[in-house]
Structures are given as structure tokens and as C-alpha cells.
């Protein structure tokens, strides 16, 4: 499966994948499997995940971490109506301009961390537990599953 195929309902899962980089592949868009064990000491991690932005809103996340690097942040994708973005690309800062102040700086918080990320530490049940208290408050949100827009209650 590719990035973008990803589910919000295995993200709310709290779910990992491995990202297959290929030479010359866009790096928005990589082939991404489940990870049934641990991480290879190579491998990019695809973590399911939740950004806290500067103005305090909460969104759905797949933070990608370099294993080589003891669990370096290398992207950040976002769930947004054109699906999901990367705000750590190059010129991404400048395309929303104003404001960008909304957005950086930003919180990540992984729903299951991986035990050799040295990033993370000894954090890691903080990262779980601020994942699981905003699980229900996304969640609520009731995303569309294709557009990523939030739903508006029924005028019923």
C-alpha cells in the first residue's frame, strides 16, 4: 500500500508500518507495509501519531522516523482534506505564509513508540497516553474517510 492509501481507521488503531524509499520514488508518496516485529536497523518507521500544533488544535498524523538515526523525525504527514500532507517538505512554510504561526512549533505524540527510539527516550508512555486522550476528541470529529473533512451533524 502507499502512504496516502492509509486509513485513518489504522492510524486511530495505533498501528505502524515500514516505508519502502525506492531511488527516484516521490518521498511523499512511498509504499509502506505493517510492521510485524521490530524495526531493521535501516528502516524508516511510519508511526501513527497526533500533532499538537501552536494554536492547540489536534490532528490525526504518521511521523516518519529514521531507525539508523536512533529514531530521528524526519516527516511529518498530516490528514487533510486533499489527504495527507507532508508540513516538513520543502516550501511548505512558505506556502501557507501567514499563517504558519498557527502551525510551528508543533508537538508529535506517537501511539506506540519504537523501544530504541532514542528521540523519544523515556517518554514514551507520555507519547502513548497524550495519543490516547486525544483519540476520542479526533475521533468525535468524525472524519470522512475519503476527504478527510470533517462531517457536519445532520440538520435533522
Do not use: C
Amino acid at each position: 500500500m502507499r502512504l496516502t492509501d492509509v486509513p485513518l481507521a489504522e492510524l486511530f488503531a495505533g498501528k505502524n508500518w515500514v516505508v519502502r524509499y525506492r531511488q527516484g520514488e516521490d518521498r511523499n508518496n512511498p509504499e509502506v507495509a505493517e510492521v510485524a516485529g521490530e524495526f531493521g536497523r535501516n528502516d524508516y518507521g511510519l508511526f501513527s501519531s497526533m500533532a499538537r500544533f501552536a494554536d492547540g488544535s489536534e490532528h490525526p498524523a504518521l511521523a516518519v522516523k529514521a531507525m539508523a538515526y536512533g529514531g530521528e523525525h524526519t516527516d511529518t504527514f498530516i490528514y487533510t482534506r486533499m489527504g495527507w500532507l507532508n508540513i516538513l517538505a520543502e516550501g511548505f512554510t512558505r506556502a501557507i505564509g501567514k499563517y504558519a504561526h498557527d502551525v510551528f512549533p508543533f508537538d508529535v505524540f506517537v501511539a506506540e513508540p519504537w523501544k530504541g527510539d532514542r528521540e523519544i527516550g523515556t517518554n514514551a508512555d507520555l507519547h502513548r497516553q497524550a495519543f490516547r486522550n486525544s483519540l476520542d476528541r479526533l475521533k468525535s470529529l468524525r472524519y470522512d474517510s475519503w476527504t478527510g473533512t470533517q462531517r457536519r451533524p445532520s440538520a435533522s
